[in-house]
């Protein structure tokens, strides 16, 4: 029963993990766009999906501060916060 909570915990910091390096990714692509955009339907949606990707970004920062404080001495979890913290650049105009 631990492996297999261990694994969906392993499964989980890697996914959330992968979600905020997307998010950083596209977010830099987006800032890019922004700055050669001429359109300005596109420049509003543009700056519509920033806005939204910096809304799943914090609700991540809420997950990963939620789960260390539960669980403080897990190192996977410490690694994860850290990961996150670094990444908590927000990406606005």
Do not use: A, H, P, W
């Not at 050669?36 to 596109?42: D, F, G, V």
């Not at 809304?55 to 789960?67: A, L, P, Q, V």
């Amino acid at each position: 029963m631990n492996q297999n909570l261990c694994i969906y915990s392993e499964s989980l910091l890697l996914s959330l993990c992968k979600e905020i390096e997307y998010i950083g990714y596209r977010s830099k692509n987006i800032n890019t766009s922004l700055k050669t955009c001429q359109n300005k339907i596109l420049f509003k949606r543009l700056v519509l999906e920033l806005e939204k990707l910096n809304k799943i970004r914090t609700k991540i920062i809420s997950i990963s501060e939620d789960m260390f404080r539960e669980n403080s001495k897990d190192l996977s979890t410490e690694f994860f916060l850290e990961i996150i913290k670094r990444s908590n650049t927000f990406q606005l105009i």
